[in-house]
C-alpha cells in the first residue's frame, strides 16, 4: 500500500521514532488513560488502521476536514512498468496508482461509529480505542504535531444525558490529573466542523460550542467533543429503550502531545515518567479516601 495526498511530504517528515523511554511512557499514559475508561464501564476494542473512503465520505469527513486528509491505495501494476517510482523525486507519479478507496482516519472514534452502524444500543453503552491517526498538515514538528500518531479515546454512544455526563465525568478527570501532574492546562472551545456547515446543527455548533481543547502552553493534547446525535443518524446507530437515534460524545488523547507537554514541563523523560507514576498514586489515595473505609 502507498499512501496519498496533496503535496506529499518526504519519507520521514511527520513520521519520527521514538526510543524505550518515550515508549514506556506513552504505554503509561495510555494505560492510564485506558483504565479510566475501563472503570467507567467501556469495552476496549481494536479497530482497524484504515476505512473505506466511501463511509468517511458518507460522515461528510472530505468535506469538513479536506485540509487532513490522507488516503490510501495500491499500485497499478500495469501502468506500474511504464510509470516507475522516481529515485530522484521519492515518489510512485500518481498515473502509477490505483484509485484511492481506503481513507486513513484523522480520529479514532469514526471507526467506532462505522462499527456499530445499523445496531440498537444500550443508553450507557461505552467503548475504548487506541488507533494510529493521520493528519496532513502544513508542518510538521516533532512529537508535537505529526503525520502518523496515536490516539485514545474514549467514547460514548447512547442517551443524550449519558454523553453529557461522559464529557462532564471526563473534563473533571483531565483538570484532576493534570494538577496532580503539576501540568497547567487551559480549556479552550474549538470549532472543529463536524456537521455540514449549512445545516441547522452547525448553526447551533457556532451557538454553543461541541469540542473543547485542552492546551499546554500552545499545544491541545486532549479534547472533549460532543456530536449530539450526528453519527446516530447517519450510521443509524438507535437506542434499545426508545428506537431513536444514539447521541454520541468522546474524549480523545493525542498521546505523543502528552509525551511533548510532559517533557517540556518536567524536563526530560524520567522526571516526566515519575510525576506520572506519582499523580496515579496521588489520585488513587484521593478516590479511597474520598470512598472512605470499608464496613
Known sequence: MTLTSPETVGETRGLPTMGPEGTRLLRLLDDTFEGWGVAAGASPMTMPPLLPAADLARLDYYDNFPHQAVVATSLDLERRATQPFSADTGRFPTAALEQAALGLPSASCYAVYLTHQGHRVADDT??????????????????????????????????????????????????????????????????????????????????????????????????????????????????????????????????????????????????????????????????????????
Open 126 to 295: 461505552l467503548v475504548t480505542i487506541c488507533s494510529w491517526c493521520f493528519r496532513k498538515e502544513t508542518h510538521y514538528e516533532g512529537m508535537r504535531r505529526q503525520l502518523g500518531f496515536r490516539m485514545r479515546e474514549i467514547v460514548a454512544i447512547g442517551a443524550q444525558e449519558h454523553a453529557e455526563h461522559h464529557l462532564a465525568d471526563f473534563t473533571a478527570r483531565i483538570h484532576a490529573f493534570a494538577a496532580a501532574l503539576d501540568l497547567p492546562l487551559r480549556k479552550e472551545a474549538a470549532c472543529d466542523p463536524f456537521f455540514d456547515k449549512g445545516s441547522s446543527k452547525a448553526v447551533l455548533q457556532r451557538l454553543t460550542p461541541v469540542k473543547y481543547e485542552f492546551l499546554y502552553e500552545d499545544l491541545a493534547i486532549a479534547s472533549v467533543n460532543t456530536h449530539r446525535n450526528f453519527f446516530g443518524d447517519r450510521c443509524d446507530i438507535t437506542l434499545e429503550s426508545t428506537g431513536g437515534p444514539a447521541f454520541t460524545s468522546c474524549v480523545a488523547f493525542g498521546l505523543e502531545r502528552w509525551l511533548s507537554a510532559l517533557t517540556r514541563r518536567h524536563g526530560d523523560w524520567e522526571a516526566a515518567t515519575q510525576a506520572v507514576l506519582d499523580a496515579n498514586a496521588r489520585l488513587r489515595a484521593d478516590a479511597s479516601l474520598a470512598a472512605g473505609p470499608v464496613i
